[in-house]
């Protein structure tokens, strides 16, 4: 009877001792698997999220570099995320970025590539693939001229920003005296428009372009030859397929180019006075160089033809960050629906998401975009790992041609070396 009375009293006892002790601060919990005792975080500190910290390489004008900057101030007031934003100057190349991401430890977290260096990139190992940290969908959501550029090996490698095509900026009424409503669309139109401007000589140019732009002399060639076809794995200027008759369209109208690279500003006086027709040119400068006597022009998108590069960029993660999460998430804010149309009126550059071209009239994109942009399924732009030095060599060659430095014969036996 003593016993059992001890037993109740021992019951008492440890009953009390836990009333005592003290429950708000800290819960220990026995977990079933060990016998020691450890911490419990209460639920409302689990909510808590760490600050990530991340460094953003761009590339970008300083107006176009601040509106970033107010982005990113707005993704930061919302998102527990440290982010430095990094304008690296223009001159920086594919190989000083390299040389960054070769510094273990030392190297961006996220990167703004040309699309042309992402397979590069991807290539020599400097690159997340997007599904280890971009949790939208790519596929079918953003244009193809875009997404093809990133896609090796499998998997993308970058997150479309935006895009900036060529496109033919024209005097209407000096291509109707050359007996054209519009600027050439097929190699019929081209032909027409060599032979009436042989015959009249109207004003002293008919075509300008930057000599030292590799995209707008693919474009002129592509255009002037009815189109490039991608295939296989020959760079873009290989001779072959259509590339023999472009190169003699080029050279029938190369003594009426004006380099407007070297011309700069007087390149636009010439196009808004009579001396000059027509124009290739990037979009972003169409837009920037607005004259009522100026049309823009931009050709259909048609699958596997090229007609007219289009340029773009994109977001992308280096392999070397600690923070894969925070740049996925700060990536996905930057290039959303939303971010992209703002984007669009302050820098000029097109967005990538499809469904805004589908209500273009609202969102008051320019009238010259071709439907076919984001409808079609577009064309396979060159874009392999060897790209960024097929264009390098490419640029040079061109350069040397259009300026008079080597002649035609030249040119095409040097290209053709370079294709091999």
């Known amino acids: ?10 019951a008492i006892l440890l009953l009390a001792l836990i009333n005592l002790s003290p429950s708000e601060e800290t819960t220990l919990v026995r977990p079933e698997d060990r016998g020691e005792t450890l911490p419990f975080t209460p639920p409302e500190a689990s909510n808590l999220q760490e600050t990530g910290h991340i460094q953003v390489a761009v590339q970008m004008d300083e107006s176009d570099f601040r509106r970033l900057e107010e982005m990113n101030r707005q993704f930061t007031v919302i998102h527990p995320v440290e982010v430095d934003l990094v304008n690296v100057p223009a001159e920086e190349t594919y190989a000083s970025f390299q040389r960054q991401l070769m510094k273990l430890g030392d190297s961006p977290d996220v990167l703004l590539l040309d699309n042309v260096w992402i397979r590069r990139f991807a290539a020599d190992g400097y690159l997340l693939p997007t599904e280890g940290y971009y949790s939208g969908s790519l596929s079918g959501e953003v244009l193809s001229a875009s997404l093809i550029p990133n896609e090796w090996n499998g998997y993308v490698w970058g997150v479309p920003l935006d895009v900036d095509p060529y496109v033919m900026v024209y ?3 000096k291509l109707k005296q050359l007996g054209l409503e519009h600027p050439p669309a097929s190699v019929d139109d081209w032909n027409a ?10 004003q002293p140019y008919l075509l300008g372009l930057d000599y030292r732009d590799p995209y707008a002399a693919a474009t002129l060639l592509w255009q002037i030859g009815g189109g490039w076809k991608p295939g296989g794995t020959e760079p873009f200027f290989a001779v ?6 472009s190169l003699q369209q080029m050279e029938q109208i190369q003594p009426w ?8 500003a007087d390149a636009w006086e010439k196009l ?4 000059l027709a027509m124009m290739i040119v990037l979009a972003t400068d169409a837009q920037k160089h607005t004259h009522p006597q100026m049309k823009v022009w ?12 289009i ?3 994109s977001y992308a993660v280096s392999s070397q960050t600690d923070n894969a999460e925070a740049a996925g998430l700060w990536i996905s804010e930057m290039t959303s629906a939303l971010n992209q149309m703002r984007w669009q009126e302050s820098s000029g550059h097109l967005p990538v998401v499809k469904t805004i071209y589908y209500e273009a009239a609202r969102n008051e994109l320019p009238a010259w975009i071709p439907a076919t942009l984001a409808a079609g399924a577009g064309a396979a732009l060159p874009a392999s790992p060897a790209l960024p030095g097929q264009l390098e060599a490419f640029a040079t060659l061109t350069y040397d041609y259009l300026s008079g430095a080597i002649t035609a014969k030249q040119y095409r036996g040097r290209l053709a070396e370079l294709s091999q």
Do not use: C, I, T
Not at 272 to 275: A, G, I, K, W
């Open 240 to 245: 072959k397929g259509n590339m023999p008759f």
């Open 171 to 173: 005097n209407p009424a």
């Open 311 to 313: 340029r773009g960029r």
């Open 272 to 275: 808004n006075s009579d001396e």
């Open 298 to 309: 931009m050709p259909e998108v048609q699958p596997n033809l090229a007609s007219s590069w």
């Open 193 to 202: 428009l060599l032979s009436a401007y042989k015959k009249q000589r109207s």
């Open 1 to 10: 009877m003593k016993r059992k009375n001890h037993w109740v009293l021992f």
């Open 257 to 264: 180019l004006l380099d407007s690279g070297a011309a700069g």
